[in-house]
């Protein structure tokens, strides 16, 4: 499995933008199926976005869809993930996570991906 690690935490204002990374290790990432996922205190972790290895599909949680993008970079192995238009309700911890060649056929749950980073604090403020 690959190691990940998160980066661009950050306290942003609501209405404002914040983009998210995952740098992966290994020579496999293009393999890797790569999943953004998030949570709040008190909550359950939660499916935000998540972009085949495959071909390059992507899936959103309804609530972000149109506000974020998932990309992936696989010559940096580097997955991102591009939010604007933030609101307080999306404050949580970001988790990045990875599987090899996981075939998504609809939005995946956290069971789904073995590989996961440390977390990256988002905080939204109103």
């Known amino acids: 499995q690959v190691q990940l690690v998160e980066s661009g935490a950050g306290l942003v204002q609501a209405g404002g933008s914040l983009r998210l990374s995952c740098a992966a290790s290994g020579r496999t990432f293009s393999s890797y199926t790569m999943g953004w996922f998030r949570q709040a205190p008190g909550k359950e972790r939660e499916f935000v976005a998540a972009?085949?290895?495959?071909?390059?599909?992507?899936y959103y949680k309804d609530s972000v869809k149109g506000r974020f993008t998932i990309s992936r970079d696989n010559a940096k192995n580097t997955v991102y993930l591009q939010m604007n238009s933030l609101k307080p309700e999306d404050t949580a911890v970001y988790y990045c996570?990875?599987?090899?060649?996981?075939?998504?056929?609809?939005?995946?749950?956290?069971?789904?991906?073995?590989?996961w980073g440390q977390g990256t604090q988002v905080i939204v403020s109103a």
């Open positions: 972009i085949n290895w495959s071909d390059d599909s992507t």
């Open positions: 996570a990875g599987e090899l060649k996981l075939r998504m056929i609809s939005p995946p749950t956290p069971r789904s991906f073995r590989s």
